[in-house]
């Protein structure tokens, strides 16, 4: 599993039935402190996930075709969770805890 963070939506007139009714989320990967890794992902979102949030990306394909049901479907990635926030250990071994980086505090409706 991977940190990102949502920077737009994906819009495809054209594609697998496996999309349909589904958004895809333009997601920038971060390192666990937040700070961008560099690179990006498209994701299939599962949970109803907003621009500027702090996200948990499954990119492992088979997982990914699992959690949606659909066995042939050519899916690799999905976002799985909207992050609350991380606690590191620091080297000195204090705690540091807090929002996740940039993750506006809302809540999210549960999906049908």
Do not use: W
Not at 8 to 26: C, E, H, K, Q, W
Not at 29 to 37: F, Q, T, V
Not at 41 to 66: H, M, Y
């Amino acid at each position: 599993m991977k940190l990102g963070r949502v920077v737009g939506t994906v819009t495809s007139t054209i594609n697998s039935p496996a999309f349909d009714d589904r958004t895809l989320l333009l997601c920038d990967l971060l390192e666990s402190s937040g700070e961008p890794a560099g690179g990006y992902v498209i994701a299939v979102d599962t949970v109803g996930a907003g621009a500027g949030e702090t996200v948990l990306i499954l990119d492992e394909g088979n997982s990914a075709r699992q959690v949606l049901g659909l066995a042939q479907a050519p899916v690799r990635t999905l976002v799985v969770g909207i992050v609350d926030n991380v606690d590191l250990e620091a080297v000195e071994g204090v705690a540091k805890r807090g929002p996740a980086v940039g993750t506006p505090r809302r809540r999210h409706p549960k999906r049908a």
